[in-house]
């Protein structure tokens, strides 16, 4: 069976999934255990496949359906098998945690979630194997629909129906865009297959046009600088395993059309696309650091991480440009791998700590960081699970997120080697700046580690918490395996993905990895750097082992369990732990000069003091709000036109004949 | 009669016909406008019949009796006796600054006599010379809906357009196939009686036959 | 034959019974009935056509290609449709007491007429009866828009009975000027005014002549199209009346107005040679999308709005017919199939949301879905899909137009595209409030009859993934002939 | 593999020895009876003994950071370069992976001290993330510069390129130099950032994360805080005193290493001391503005670099 039409398949048991589900009147229960853990197999079979796919050759194929002159191409090929690849593990992880959270309540009605949630599955597959630009459209705005429709389940929440229209509006517009930029690819013969659209011949103006729109388009979508103010709005107002497949999967078709736009189908011509891509990329991630560690919505959080995550993705891009457009293939190789590991690392962890939230939420009812705390005790799988998430996403060493990270240090270490002496010197600058958000994404972490899972119970209604069932335990089982083998065998997930660069820049990593054995992950050559995670955890291991033998055997001594040191004033209680907001106080002093602050402070006559602040966007104010108030005016001019008198109409009419009478003679 | 004399009577008519619209476009009263309407109405028919005698355009006579009855007689009847059943008989109204308006309608001519150039050259009938006086008359009559506000006024500019185009269709092509002027007979009736509909329909809600209060659907805030 | 007798006689028949017995308790049944039968000969003829080619019938005076007939089908299909709407509609109407028995006679006779002259605009072979039959159009539905007595609705009749008067009178001296042209090369009688003579002789007609004409049509038939300078009747006329009569507006007249100007626009592009009528229509086209957009961003009530949408993509229909091409063309004809199916089903769901919450003010309209599931995913599936989002028809013919303008004429794209995204940004936000949220409504005695909007939507979804064969054969047999 | 093992307990067993070693200096700068060298064993030795009494509400995560952050401290000790350079776990990180390392054990100190859910430990983690979070990128520019000049991330490479290279004079290391010894100030809470010895709330950083263990867990917390300052100072002499390592396959090279190592460490050990009686707290929300300056430093030594050197 072609993995082509083995992938077709995948799709139409998703939307005939769906389909049953929506029209079947089951009870909830049944529903959510039933038609969730089957649509997890599509999952499996998808990761296979695209595990599969990115061995062999491309294949293409033409549906029967779409316009008469431009029916539907579908085609698989490397990049787009890791996509599905990555699709699939976290789409496996979703469905089978889904089936637990929407079986107690979760908000909506659920035939339609089920229904709009495999539409949206499906619609994410049609998009990674999409072959021309209507195919590639309708997949593109089915998928911003169907999470519309999920973002606003329980749409009685005005703020949630808010965050909805903010998000199909910049998608929309981000659509907008897109084809706009296909349309300028197809050069004047109405071709609109991306085969053709491959050897077009654009003029470097026109190709650059392209790549902007394209930037500006995918950007729209997956969250670069100014348009991502809709993903703090849209991710939490969702139910958290539809956050967690926005956040943790359809970002990265948005990254996956940038690539097949700028690589594949632009053959990444200009360097200052690169710089450009970069430039976005690091303001992207500073920007999404900064605000994710002075949050206290737990989802809000997680949602600015997506986007600084999303910002480190778009750096590597970039830097892959420019390697690419100056030829240094290899070094392009290496970035890329760096691009797309940190792609799949973060689909990984992302998905599995959207999962611990909706665990969270699932269990106490709560959101905002203020009211939890101490959860280790009472749900201790999902604190654990949690923490190998959180040291995985802060980027901690034996795990995946270190290895992506270690690439894009490499990557950007080696920049000094390319011919152009301004980047020589600013790229290592934009190496810091990676380095800080790096370390921001640590403290953040630590945050969101440290006020929901440690510490006291903010909140009595936190004592009756219960900990995740089985299907939980399983999918972020599944993704926490993923994080934790991907971390120690890095070097075998390269060379799994080799073809793909060898498609994108034409070099791969195969004969440099090739050079030590597996555990050692190099970047150009093993002298050059190397790093070995399995060497890291079996020293670590060996050596909590070997110390705590010591310990009992040579200095036995007892254990015993007292009141925490309270500096002699009486009793502690839970409210004088540190809260979200104080813990994320030094990031706000320090880099105020970025974030809008409201800060209501008590006067001292007030009854019952409160302190309350609020942190707002200003690229709301600085973009979005001109934009709106420019269109109102100008609606405002023109309303004019229609103002009852039935004159003043016919004189337009009469006015109107006599100016193309004019025209005429 | 002979060729010359024939193109200077109907010439004679069409100037008649520019002068009842420029009346028409000047005249206050309401009754006064229906009877320059009628006689509007005749020198069209006048003028057909003129045309149908000389040029031996036999089907034409049919429309000349078509003509006759409709605009002449049955039309101007009906709209009187809406006037007397409104009783607007003493009904008036100001036309705004007349001067400027009638300025405008001689430019409105010298504009419709240059665009008419062009095809009144190539136009085989004798009549062609007409066919700028006829487009005039139908931009006067417009100009007359554009400056009037009193509903029925608007109507009988609606009506006089009618004419002018009527007009227009006899010096361009010696009128237009029987059945299509049939069809705009019937549509021309059947206009007025539902505009007669509406004048009672406009009194019963505004009790009054001024445009003025019809301006209350608009986008502006 | 006996097809085209069935289309024409059968809605005269119902116009003339349906007439004198419309205020029974049957007369919507029967007004359906009717409307079926028609439909089942649009079909016969559609079969016919598409088998044995272009048809000429009754000595001329009517001819079928593939370009009418398949506006025909059309036609007649949303006919009926909007009268199963029409049927409960105008019942629960009468229950609140807002039509009498003598309202309902003259609502359900001049329903009938108008199908009747819609078939007749179509099915002619006169350009002089095509002229007629608009006007009598006009004459059929004017009535039909002030049937509330309301201050508002009377207002919104006399306007649209005025403008479109003196628009139609345009029109005909575009008609007069077209056959002085005509009768010069064909020879005076009546063949001058047959299209099917024209088309044969179109490129010896006289340019001067055929350019002034064509600026009379275009502004003529403009006005009915609802063009932007020509426009301010349509919104008015859209919101006063019921609403079954404003989907068949919206759905079926403009569609005829575009038929006829697009017909004119054959004969005067080999005439003229140059392209100016195109120019003309794209000019008027990127207009109406651009002011329509933004008049959509103010509006308050629920039926003015989607009037506006109507002319916004009205003008991307003339737009498309302006480029000219067979592609453009293509994406012209399915765009004016997509939008009169969704826009009538979209009126078929505001027409019982306005019924459900007693008020077509948008700010009062909320929380549908939780009223009645059927009516609110109706509205919104419905506004998706007119706002152009991809698996629906709409997506589908906007792509190719859109597609051919940055292919022909790169500057207008990004202007279609700016029109688009105001457009999308106005109406959803009135959308989502409408649909999603709190809602105090009352449910409905009965039932809404949501089958005719599921219907649509259900094509246009069809239209935006697949188009059949013999309809893609049919749009482009027309195609050829327009481009 | 053997040597392996040695380097590794070594640099475990010399830690508390150098920590010693500093506090003697500290005491003489500041004319105090020094106490005596072997002191910080003593303290060790008393603390494995005591019995260790865990906050009530303390998890299973508590009781394990001790282990996992003293494991980190003693494969960093490996992997640095004190005595040779070709030990096997050399080469299984480089400067990249070994920062890495240290903010492992860092977040799990920083988790360890909020799980006990007092205002202290969350106020130390907080700050201790902060200062971590500014220092780590002008920390990675301070390797820029060697790497660049040696074309290799990895410790031994750049020790052997600049040890047996010839003695040539680099002003941008020199700049590499002091922007290090700043962010090692901060990084192993000395003086100017955090004083390792006060408990006044308003101040510690890294004392306030201890503040909970006692027995061998505090041992164990102490021993890795000496470890972290041992090979930081490695580090530093790695990367600008590589002299006297012992090179590949040269056994009889080892003692006269570890007499260079030790000579090094007191030196080193000195300056510090020195360092630390000269200068005063500063106030927590200078330290941006300090570790700003050690990052302007670093990346002028980089720009040097290609200005002078390239």
Redesign the interface.
Known sequence: MPLLDLILAVVVYWIALGAIGAALPLERAIHARVFFPISALGGLLLTTVGLAGLGNWPQAAVLGLGLPDLPFHVRVDPLSSFFLLLLGAAGTAVSVFSAEYFQRGGGGDIRLICLQYHVFLAAMTMVLVADDAYLFMVAWETMALASYFLVITDHRVAEIRRAGFIYLLVAHLGAIAILLAFGLLQIGQWEYTFEAMRNAVLSPGWAAAVFLLALVGFGAKAGFLPLHVWLPEAHPAAPSPVSALMSGVMLKTAIYGFLRVSFDLLQAQAWWWGVVALAVGLATAFYGAVFAAVQNDMKRLLAYSSIENIGIVLAGAGLALVFHAYGMNLLAALALAATLLHCLNHALFKTLLFLATGAVMHATQQRSLGKLGGLIRRMPWVAALALIGTLAIAGLPPLNGFVSEWLLFQSFLLSPGLPNSYLNMFIPIGTALLALVVALSGYVMVKFFGTVFLGLPREESLHEAHDVGLAGRIAMGWLALWCVLIGLAPVLVLRALDPVFQQLVGAGLRDSLAQSNWTFLTAVAPEHASYNPVVFLLVIVAVILLGAMALRRWFPSGRRRAATWDCGFGKLDARMQDTAEGYGQPIKQIFQAFLRLERHHPSPFDLHPRYHSRIEDPVWEALYAPVARAVRRLSGIVGVVQHGRIAIYLVYSFVTLLLLLALIL | MNGPLVGQVINLLAALMLLIAFAMLAQRRLLRLIHLFALQGAVLTLNTLVVAATLAQSHLYFSVVLNLVLKVIVLPMILIRLVDRLDLRADAESVGNLPLIMLVAVVLVI?SF??AL??SE???TITRGTLGIA?AS?LIA??M???R?K?VA?VIG?LA??NG?FF??TS???G?????EL??A??VL??TF??G??FF??R???DSLD?RN???????? | MTELLIILCLPLAGAALLGLRGERSWAGEANAAISLVTFLGTLALAARVVGQGPLVLLTQLFFVDAFNVFLVTLTAFVGFTTSLFSRVYMRVEQERGRLTGKRLRLYHGMYQMFMFTMFVALLTNNVGILWVAMEAATLATVLLVSLYRTPASVEAAWKYFILCGVGIAQALFGTILLYLAAERVLGAGGSALLWTHLFEVKDQLEPTVLGIAFVFLLVGYGTKVGLVPLHNWLPDAHAEGPTPISAVLSGLLLNVALYAVVRNKVLVDAALGTHLPGYLMMGFGLLSVLVAALFLFRQKDVKRMFAYSSIEHMGIATFAFGMGGPVAAFGGLLHMTAHSLTKSAIFFAVGHAAQKTGTQNMDEIRGLVHVSPAVGWGLMVGGIAILGMPPFGVFASEFVILTTAMRDHPWAAPILLLGLGIAFASVFTRLQAMVFGETTAKRLPHPPAMLPVFVHLVLVLILGLYIPPYLAAWYRQAAAMIG | MLLQLIQGLLAAALAPLVLGWLNQCRAWLQNRTAPSLLQPYRVLRKLLRKEVVLAVNASWLFRLAPYIVFACMVLAGSIVPLIATDLPFALAADVIALVGLFALARVFMALAAMDVGTAFGSLGSRREMLIAALAEPALLMVFFTPALISQSTALTTIVDQFSNGALQLYPSMAFAAIAFVMVLLAENARIPVDNPSTHLELTMVHEAMILEYSGRHLALMDWAHALKLTVYMAIGIALFLPWGVAHPHEWLGLPLALVALAAKLALFGAGLALLETLAAKMRIFKVPEFLGMAFMLAVLGMLVHFLVEA
Do not use: C, H
């Open positions: 504009l240059n665009v062009p095809i190539l136009a085989g487009m139908v417009f100009l809906m554009i400056t506000r509903a608007q609606f357009m009618e185009l227009a269709a361009a092509t010696y237009m196939p029987m059945v299509v069809g705009i019937l549509d059947v206009g539902i505009f509909i509406f329909q406009i019963e809600t505004f445009t019809l301006e209350s659907l608009k986008d502006r805030e």
